[in-house]
């Protein structure tokens, strides 16, 4: 049994498959949207270990010629030189036009393998097969490919859409539940930015959800069918994908100043949602009882919501290097209600005052 999403973007259109075992169906799914004849599996050493050979395995049985590129493990690896070192096994092996890449792996591994499929040969068709849920619920639809840059996370990337994405849920028993509860916060917020009834639906199973249990496989589908139908109306960021960042300004600025070694991008997006809810609040944008959902919320799925003492100035900082600022006012995500939110400006000593009193 499995659930199919599709992101309908003209030509660009793609199927996004949903279910437990979903890895056993990836060449022919591969099939299905018409690729045949080499693939590279660019993946990672613990991830390869885990599902590399299976996957290999059903790609050769449905008639693929695969190999393996393995990358190291780790945030600090999605730069240009091993999406260099990703080129250079590309020429070796001979990748033309109609081979493919599949990306195996969590968002590291679909981030980079995207953005190497998106510049080989002006382009190779790519598939996602993420593994972590963080990835399952965001990296892997929307086509934002991307590696960093010693200054600023993916400040190199392109717009550029997989073929399918392919999701097996059996991988998540894998995972640690820091993964999963950092996965939890993405699905989070998507009912606090767009689905009242997703966020009581979580507000129920929250439980169940970091169990892997019954609600794991209708988030994940919730999950994918809002940001497809986010990336469906803005595909390339120039108006409402910007929703998709709630929470992110602020996360994004707390693992700069904590050197991306203290929290895992969930936990800082946690933070920064609980942190844009309260603004929110502050600012009267949205009455008390729905911050207070939307913070309780993410604090029983085991995530943090106070944000780690660092000056202001340094956090102001690190948010301008984050690349969201319009003439020195930045643009924020707020809630106006659960379900619903609201892009504002705000200047440096309007957020002063918000976040330090
Ligand atoms: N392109 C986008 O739209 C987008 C959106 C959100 C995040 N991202 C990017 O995603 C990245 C974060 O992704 P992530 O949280 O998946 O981190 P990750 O890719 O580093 O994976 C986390 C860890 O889990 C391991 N792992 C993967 N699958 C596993 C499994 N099934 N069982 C056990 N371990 C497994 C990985 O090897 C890694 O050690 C960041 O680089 C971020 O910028 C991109
Ligand atoms: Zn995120």
């Not at 091993?82 to 591994?109: M, N, P, Q, T």
């Amino acid at each position: 049994m499995y659930e199919q999403v599709n992101v309908n973007l003209g030509e660009r259109s793609y199927p996004i498959f949903i279910g437990a075992g979903e890895l056993n169906t990836i060449g022919d799914r591969m099939n299905n949207v018409g690729l045949t004849g080499k693939v590279a599996v660019v993946t990672n050493p613990l991830v390869y270990r885990l599902f590399g050979r299976e996957v290999i395995k059903n790609l050769e049985m449905a008639g693929f010629r695969p190999f393996v590129i393995k990358i190291p493990d780790g945030e600090e690896y999605k730069t240009l030189n091993v999406a260099s070192s990703i080129y250079d096994k590309l020429v070796e092996h001979r990748l033309e036009r109609g081979s493919s890449i599949l990306a195996l792996g969590g968002g590291v591994i679909g981030d980079i393998a995207g953005f190497a499929a998106a510049t080989y040969l002006r382009g190779l068709p790519y598939i996602q097969a993420p593994t972590t849920l963080l990835a399952q619920v965001d990296s892997s639809v929307g086509g934002k490919t991307a590696v960093n840059h010693p200054k600023g996370k993916n400040l190199i990337g392109a717009f550029y859409q997989p073929k399918a994405v392919i999701i097996d849920i059996d991988v998540l028993k894998k995972l640690d539940l820091r993964d999963i509860k950092a996965g939890m916060a993405e699905i989070i917020k998507y009912g606090i930015i767009r689905d009242a009834d997703f966020f009581s639906y979580l507000e129920d199973k929250w439980e169940e959800m970091l169990r892997l249990g019954d609600g794991i496989l209708y988030a994940i589908k919730r999950s994918c069918e809002i940001k497809a139908e986010v990336v469906v109306a803005d595909e390339r960021e120039e108006g409402l994908r910007s929703i998709l960042n709630f929470g992110h300004t602020f996360g994004h600025a707390i693992e700069s100043v904590t050197e991306y070694k203290r929290y895992r991008h969930g936990e800082a997006v946690a933070i920064g949602m609980a942190l844009a809810g309260e603004i929110s609040y502050r600012l009267g944008l949205c009455n008390e009882t729905a911050y207070k959902r939307a913070k309780r919320l993410i604090s029983k799925a085991g995530l943090p919501t106070e944000a780690p003492t660092v000056p202001f100035d340094k956090m102001f900082m690190a948010m301008e290097l984050d690349k969201k600022i319009l003439d020195r006012k930045m643009r924020f995500v707020l809630m106006k209600d659960i379900g619903k939110v609201v892009i504002k400006e705000l200047g440096k000593g309007d957020l002063q005052s918000l976040v330090s009193t």
